[in-house]
Nanobody
Framework: QVQLVESGGGLVQAGGSLRLSCAAP????????MGWYRQAPGKQRELVAD???????RYVEFVKGRFTISRDNAKNTVYLQMNSLKPEDTAVYYC????????????WGKGTLVTVSS
């Protein structure tokens, strides 16, 4: 069974930074589009950013310039560097993997909670 394991969440003040990590099996990391989603209380899960096998990145508008997604194939890890955090960034952040950019998600992690205080 494929496991994606997130870490790095926590409590941070507005304006602060956090780096999330997602550990994934090497074969998954090298053959899938890896992404980060988030789900705030009472809201639907939404895409934050994703990165393709060749390193192309895509961000949603509300995190552009603040968040950076990256992958380290040698460490089998995908990262989400989050800077200039805002209270509205508070959510559970999930790592994801899918075969193609517009295909359905094949694998989800269990999530890591990020809380940004004002």
């Amino acid at each position: 069974q494929v496991q994606l394991v997130e870490s790095g969440g926590g409590l941070v003040q507005a304006g602060g930074s956090l780096r999330l990590s997602c550990a994934a099996p090497g074969i998954i990391l090298s053959t899938n589009v890896m992404g980060w989603y988030r789900q705030a209380p009472g809201k639907q899960r939404e895409l934050v950013a994703d990165i393709t096998r060749d390193g192309s990145r895509r961000y949603v508008e509300f995190v552009k310039g603040r968040f950076t997604i990256s992958r380290d194939n040698a460490k089998n890890t995908v990262y989400l560097q989050m800077n200039s955090l805002k209270p509205e960034d508070t959510a559970v952040y999930y790592c994801s993997a899918r075969r193609y950019l517009y295909s359905s998600i094949d694998y989800w992690g269990k999530g890591t909670l990020v809380t940004v205080s004002s």
